[in-house]
């Protein structure tokens, strides 16, 4: 076994360390991603009624939202539709209903409680998702029994109904955050370790 000087040794063992807590962070921000299923907003914490200049900005995960919607307000579903409480909606359901994030996020979500649960109604939602400088990132046309889910770089979504006769309200609206790259973080640990041998 070849004997280091004690200064080497201590430098060899710094940089082990930084090397493991960049692993540390990485797990963590890993662990946060696949929490994506987190429900963002319910729209419990809002009084029921209508809206204000049909506008109304909420903050999650140090994002903030800003709906807007002719006629926005929050309806309160009390016991019908499973006791789905409190949802948002626009003037006659049918939308568009906008919501815009003051930065990018990579995934969004809704569940429309009306579909399937309102005389068998089957809605059908246009979806558009925008990145930062108003390009089409991501589209669906569809029924939504379940969650409308558009992904890409995104920062503004639209919502609407196609047929204008029946309507759809929001609930359980969700987004992910992206996740800094497992490079960058692996990177910081090794540039921090080559700054400290210097």
């Not at 919607?69 to 016991?79: H, K, N, P, S």
């Not at 906008?98 to 809605?123: K, M, P, Q």
């Amino acid at each position: 076994m070849v004997n280091q000087p004690r200064g080497e040794n201590l430098a060899i063992s710094w940089e082990n360390d930084m090397n493991m807590k960049a692993m540390c962070i990485f797990s963590a921000v890993v662990a946060g991603s696949a929490a994506a299923g987190v429900v963002d907003f319910d729209f419990e914490a809002q009084a029921a009624g209508g809206v204000a200049g049909g506008m109304m900005t909420l903050n999650s995960q140090g994002v903030d939202v800003t709906f807007s919607a002719t006629g926005l307000q929050i309806r309160d579903f009390g016991g019908s539709f499973g006791g789905a409480g409190h949802v948002l909606s626009s003037e006659n359901d049918a939308g568009p209903i906008t919501a815009e994030f003051s930065s990018g996020v990579n995934f969004v979500s809704f569940e429309n409680l009306i579909n399937g649960r309102y005389d068998s109604e089957v809605d059908i939602i246009d979806g558009w998702a925008y990145d930062a400088a108003d390009n089409l990132v991501d589209s669906f046309s569809g029924s939504t029994a379940d969650f409308a889910t558009l992904s890409g770089d995104i920062w503004r979504v639209v919502y609407q109904e196609t047929d204008p006769g029946a309507g759809f309200v929001m609930d359980n609206f969700s987004f992910r955050v992206p996740a800094p790259s497992a490079m960058a973080l692996l990177g910081m640990g090794g540039l921090m370790a080559s700054r400290r041998r210097r």
